[in-house]
């Protein structure tokens, strides 16, 4: 069975000061993993998708990256405009559902 | 272009009704996607659409949930007999394939409140 654990499970941080969002993944056989942005009241935006570790994907202020065992979403000099649930999701094998993680919290304060 | 749409945004019922959820999903798209986010417990795969194949039923939590699919676009996800349990926001989403890699557009969701 697929696993997904993102942590920390809140992050605050001041404007301009960069983090980094883990994901750790289990998995038979990684097709994809997928970050999403969710803001409240709405359904998750989707931000990028990563197939094979060793790639990354830039958007903005977003970084994401993988491993075989993990991905990282690194923030640089964030916003307030960046503070939303930041959510993770893997798809493997021959299936086509996301399995998601819990999701981070992200506050940046002004 | 229009994304996913889903309706009603909100919905509160009593328990043991029954209630149907809609949703329309970006033209084009093949394949469709029910989730439910509940508080505490991130988001669960409910069933997925592709096509005319079978739908993949795998996530659905009882014989209570229900879903179908008509024309290959719009679907509605019935639960009958609500119970309090069922109480979350329940989201769909689509994508140009099924399968590995493809990445799902979501609706806004609709919030079910069970009382």
């Known amino acids: 069975e697929d696993q997904v654990t993102q942590s920390p499970e809140a992050l605050r941080l001041q404007e301009g000061e960069s983090s980094s969002l883990n994901c750790s993944y289990t998995v038979s056989g990684l097709r994809g993993l997928f970050w999403y942005r969710q803001d409240p009241g709405k359904g998750p935006e989707f931000l990028f998708t990563?197939?094979?570790a060793g790639e990354e994907k830039e958007k903005e202020r977003l970084k994401a990256t993988l491993t075989k065992k993990e991905s990282f979403l690194h923030i640089t000099a964030p916003k307030p405009e960046d503070s939303a649930t930041y959510l993770c999701a893997v798809q493997s094998g021959a299936n086509s559902k996301l399995t998601f993680g819990k999701g981070i919290t992200l506050s940046v304060r002004p | 272009g229009a994304g996913v749409s889903q309706s009603p945004s909100n919905k509160v019922t009593e328990k043991g009704k029954d209630v149907e959820l809609r949703c329309d999903p970006i033209?084009?798209?093949?394949?469709l996607y029910w989730y439910r986010q509940s508080l505490g417990q991130g988001l669960e795969f409910l069933i997925y659409f592709q096509g005319n194949s079978a739908p993949d039923k795998s996530g659905l939590p009882s014989d209570r949930f229900s879903a179908e699919r008509t024309g290959g676009s719009v679907s509605t996800l019935t639960i009958q007999r609500t119970q309090q349990e069922d109480s979350a926001v329940y989201l769909c989403?689509?994508?140009?394939?099924?399968?590995?890699?493809?990445?799902?557009?979501f609706g806004p969701g609709t919030r079910l409140t069970v009382t």
């Open positions: 990563l197939y094979s």
């Open positions: 989403a689509s994508s140009s394939l099924a399968g590995s890699g493809y990445e799902q557009y």
């Open positions: 033209s084009g798209h093949t394949a």
